[in-house]
């Protein structure tokens, strides 16, 4: 059994008909998932206990994954209909959650795109609805489905879409990081960004943030320091705060084994390619300037 096995011989012009009606963003009005787990023995995450099958073995487990019974297509749009389509008799959708619960704090977080497993729903089916897309999970489903249910909006504009491929691509092609720097640090600067940005001009000028691994590798870094690119040369005040922000972590990532250098300010003409290349970008969706490559 392939991926080839679950293609039709012949895609019927009703099924293409019906499917060019959805795009990546869309909700389809189904709750369950499905995840492997172990077949001889007791899922120590999950909890799922053991079918008593062969040491090794694997089974499927399904279940609901929503609590809004709704689920949202994040396969490129290209991959649902039109010429590429037709190699991919399959979708991948993640569960549609529920956050009124979440505590104020953090449902802003989520608005604000601070929280790598939410894409916030800006057009929920359920008016006054708190709904986030949960990135944690995707599950493959037929396209077959989705030919025989009208998709449902999400997302007030296609911007908005969009912004769903954009978290996407950026958690699925984000490098490993050590703990110290990816949790901690980069939550910081997001944060304190995020803040900045609703009454100090000069983030609009902010282009990326950066870390320089002088020293190790990401994931084992044994020196480092923060590259931040901009539009234009800052001025001292303007660099204030993400100075001191850097500074003020220079404890933590020394008690983590990691040396800590300087912050260093470059326009964005002034930085060599080979500088670019080696430095990991850090994802700041307040930035607003896209994906980083």
Not at 154 to 159: C, D, K, P, S, W
């Amino acid at each position: 059994m392939t991926i080839d096995r679950l293609l039709p011989e012949l895609w019927t012009p009703d099924t293409l008909a019906a499917l060019e009606r959805w795009r990546q963003g869309h909700l389809l009005p189904v709750d369950r998932g499905a995840w492997i787990v172990p077949a001889w023995m007791d899922d120590p995450v999950t909890g799922e206990p053991s079918a008593g099958g062969a040491v090794g073995g694997a089974r499927a487990r399904s279940a609901p994954l929503s609590d809004t019974g709704y689920t949202a297509v994040v396969s490129q749009t290209c991959d649902i209909a039109g010429g590429p389509a037709l190699r991919h008799p399959l979708v991948q959708v993640c569960p549609v959650r529920d956050i009124a619960t979440f505590p104020a704090e953090k449902i802003q977080q989520v608005k604000d795109r601070q929280v790598s497993e939410y894409v916030w729903l800006t057009q929920p089916p359920v008016d006054g609805a708190s709904w986030a897309v949960d990135l944690r999970a995707m599950v493959p489903v037929s396209k077959g489905l989705l030919a025989a249910v009208e998709p449902v909006e999400g997302f007030a504009t296609v911007e908005d879409e969009l912004t769903l491929g954009q978290r996407l691509a950026s958690k699925l092609a984000r490098p490993a990081v050590h703990d110290a720097l990816g949790g901690l640090v980069f939550d910081a600067l997001r944060k304190l960004l995020s803040k900045a940005k609703k009454s100090h001009d000069w983030c609009d000028d902010v282009e990326q943030l950066r870390l320089e691994v002088v020293e190790g590798t990401a994931l084992y870094p044994k020196r480092v320091r923060l590259l931040v690119l901009t539009d234009r040369r800052f001025g001292s005040a303007e660099r204030k705060l993400l100075r001191d922000e850097w500074k003020s972590h220079r404890r933590s990532l020394n008690a983590a084994g990691i040396s800590w250098e300087p912050i260093h300010f470059l326009t964005v003409d002034k930085c060599p390619v080979r500088l670019y290349r080696s430095t990991v970008p850090i994802n700041i969706p307040t930035l607003e300037r896209g994906r980083f490559s």
